[in-house]
Nanobody
Framework: QVQLQESGPGLVKPSQTLSLTCTVS??????????YSWIRQAPGKGLEWIGY???????YYSPSFKTRTFLLRNTSKNEVTLRLESLTPEDAAVYYC???????????WGQGTQVTVSA
């Protein structure tokens, strides 16, 4: 059974960089049939896709985030990391890690982690 666990700071100050980690168990992040997306949901809004990192390490970013987002991975720890720079209060949201499987879409979700942006 594949499980995803997001972790990171719950409170970040404006202009700082957010770093969130998704720890994956039950499958390797390097397999070619899956990859990992970061998605967020702000209060009262819908899901917003941030970016994706594939099993090969290839990355894709939403145009809305590409100038300030980096997706990294640590294959020895089986972790995927999101870094979002220059935070503003509008970046406050629940951030989710999702495992996308070829032909299936998002097959597994983490429980989400709440991020608040405040001085």
């Amino acid at each position: 059974q594949v499980q995803l666990q997001e972790s990171g700071p719950g409170l970040v100050k404006p202009s700082q960089t957010l770093s969130l980690t998704c720890t994956v168990s039950g499958d390797s992040i390097t397999v070619d049939y899956s990859g990992y997306s970061w998605i967020r949901q702000a209060p009262g809004k819908g899901l917003e896709w941030i970016g994706y990192i594939g099993g090969s390490g290839s990355v894709y970013y939403s145009p809305s985030f590409k100038t300030r987002t980096f997706l990294l991975r640590n294959t020895s720890k089986n972790e995927v990391t999101l870094r979002l720079e220059s935070l503003t209060p509008e970046d406050a949201a629940v951030y989710y890690c999702g495992r996308r499987v070829s032909g299936w879409g998002i097959a597994n979700w983490g429980q989400g982690t709440q991020v608040t942006v405040s001085a």
